[in-house]
């Protein structure tokens, strides 16, 4: 429950309508028009309490004071924001606002602190070819899949529909998970730090797609193709006098794909993926991954894209509300297909065992769908099994990550881990520090030996225990969810922020000479 409350208590409130609420007025000098005023607002005020009153208009007849010169106003600059106007319109002002907007000229209080002292973000304007271009040529981002559907809607991907009341509300699109490259852009664009003041930043940020852009020559293309379009940017960085400052180590990127799409050793033909981050010039930056090297502490994991993009804290709390109330018929399921080649893997006994259960559910990938086997790139069909699920099995993927993970949480559905190097080692800034508090590890040695029954290990966690552990889960969602980029009145800290936060404060050690380049632990 403290997770998710504390969430509840950090989110910024919707605008109060306050069209036809006093706006103030100015201050006047007559000090009997003060008195005057005063005298008549206490009257009010009693009035009020004498019948009772229930809501918030005592407070609101308070806030509508003209200001004296002897009161301070309160320096939270949050709690004062104006509201965001839609449409070229002027948005109505919530109480505090209308107080602000009405004496601004008139205060002698000081003015409140900039809230974007040390979080300022420095942002290039980089040529077409190396971000824009990489959209506009969708068609070409994949060798044998159409992702022209995925880039649409700042990278969200297309609009999901209800499907059976698995995705009630706003927020939920078809995302692939390796869009992060055009989602983060396009939050950065609407950061409310960004500056064009380089010498003001606490960090620089590069909008090169790497990602969208190694996906493109992956599969059978020689080194030089696939590097071509990286080296381009790396050259026409370091010639940029923003580099000069720091060598680069005050830069960052997101590259949203794996860290071993970027590791090719040498430059031979049949070795996987580009050389991005064994560049001298890329080492000495800050990339966003979606998995990092357990050898290499300069790069951060952050979370896989899912498919929920809430526009604002109200639909996060909404979707808690209905995974903390949702009704769970099966224990544990796991939804993927097995690895070609062997029976004694870890997810080849996972799938025996959750045949062999009548409380687990096989959402079975393998095959051909239609023939018996589950269409694994169905949003609402793997998110109806991980929203059915106390525990959701989740074991290492093509590397040791996978997606799955954070759809999971997403549901509500508290994951099960057999390999640190799935969790623990990797998303240290979005995941708590203990990590039994929101997940279980079953270690994968006992299981591929057959000397662990997943069933008896979960059954044995009190439900006192699932509901809290479940809570914690729910708890999480607001940090690894990135929130739909196009929002302005997002409200809460979601993954991009984490993430930004983590990338300041690296860059703010570095500035002061401490060692910054390992995975900090911050939740």
């Known amino acids: 429950m403290k997770s998710t409350t504390t969430f509840a208590a950090e989110i910024q409130q919707d605008p ?86 009405a004496n601004r000229s008139t205060m002698t209080a000081p003015a409140p602190a900039n809230r974007c002292d040390g979080r300022y973000i420095y942002m290039y304007d980089m ?27 700042d990278g969200m991907g297309m609009p999901l529909g209800d499907e059976g009341g698995v995705f009630p509300g706003r927020g939920w699109y078809s ?91 040498a430059d031979v033909d049949e070795l996987w993926g580009t050389k991005l981050l064994r560049y001298p010039a890329v080492e000495n ?24 993009h809430p526009e604002t804290a109200v639909d996060v709390l909404a979707w808690q509300e209905k995974a ?12 993927g297909a097995p690895r070609p080649g062997s029976n004694k893997t870890v997810r080849a006994e996972i799938i025996r065992q959750c045949r062999a259960s009548s409380r687990c ?55 099960v881990f057999f390999h640190p190097g799935s969790a623990y080692t990797q998303y240290t800034l979005h995941f708590p520090r203990d990590h039994g508090r929101y997940s279980v590890l079953i270690p994968h040695a006992g299981l591929t030996a057959r000397n662990v029954s997943i069933e008896e290990t979960l059954r044995k966690i009190s439900p006192e225990e699932v509901r809290r552990m479940r809570e914690e889960v729910i708890g999480l969602i607001p940090r690894v969810v990135y929130a739909d980029p196009r929002s302005r009145r997002v409200g809460f800290k979601d993954a991009f922020d984490v993430a930004v936060e983590a990338v300041i404060d690296r860059v703010a050690k570095r500035r002061r000479g401490e060692r910054a380049d390992v995975r900090e632990r911050e939740h």
Not at 324 to 335: D, I, M, N, P, Q
Request: proline share 6%; charged share 20%.
């Open 16 to 101: 109060v309508d306050a069209a036809d609420k006093p706006d103030g007025g100015a201050p006047r000098r007559s000090l009997v028009r003060h008195l005057a005023i005063l005298a008549a607002t206490f009257s009010a005020l009693v009035f009020y309490a004498h019948y009772a009153v229930q809501g918030n208009m005592a407070s609101v007849i308070v806030s509508s004071l003209p200001l004296l010169s002897s009161i301070t106003v309160d320096q939270n600059p949050g709690s004062a924001e104006l509201p965001v106007a839609l449409d070229g319109e002027r948005a109505p002002l919530s109480p505090q606002a209308t107080v602000l907007e």
């Open 361 to 415: 559910k096989l959402f079975h990938c393998g095959g051909v769908v239609g023939g018996g086997a589950a269409d694994c790139n169905s949003p609402a069909g793997v998110m109806r099994v991980f929203e059915s699920s106390q525990f959701c099995l989740q074991p290492r993927g093509d590397t040791a990550t996978r997606r799955s993970t954070f759809d999971a949480i997403v549901a509500g559905c508290i994951p």
């Open 127 to 153: 040529p077409a070819r190396f971000n824009e271009d990489l959209v506009r040529d969708c068609g070409n981002l994949h060798p044998w899949l159409d992702m022209c559907p995925y880039v649409a809607n």
């Open 175 to 265: 995302t692939d998970q390796f869009m992060l490259d055009l989602i983060l852009h396009s939050r950065m664009k609407r950061y409310e730090c960004v500056t064009n003041d380089s010498s003001l930043a606490a960090a620089v940020f590069v909008p090169f797609y790497a990602g969208l852009e190694s996906g493109r020559f992956l599969y059978n293309h020689s080194t030089s193709v696939r590097d071509a379009l990286q080296l381009d940017a790396i050259d026409w960085l370091v010639r940029r006098p923003e580099w000069a400052a720091m060598g680069g180590r005050d830069h960052f990127l997101v590259a949203g794909r794996t860290t071993w799409d970027f590791r090719r050793k």
């Open 324 to 335: 903390r109330k949702t009704e769970r018929r099966w224990l544990f399921s796991f939804a």
């Open 285 to 308: 930056m800050t990339v966003l991954v979606l998995e990092t090297s357990p050898w290499n502490q300069t790069n951060l994991a952050i979370p896989y894209p899912t498919y929920f």
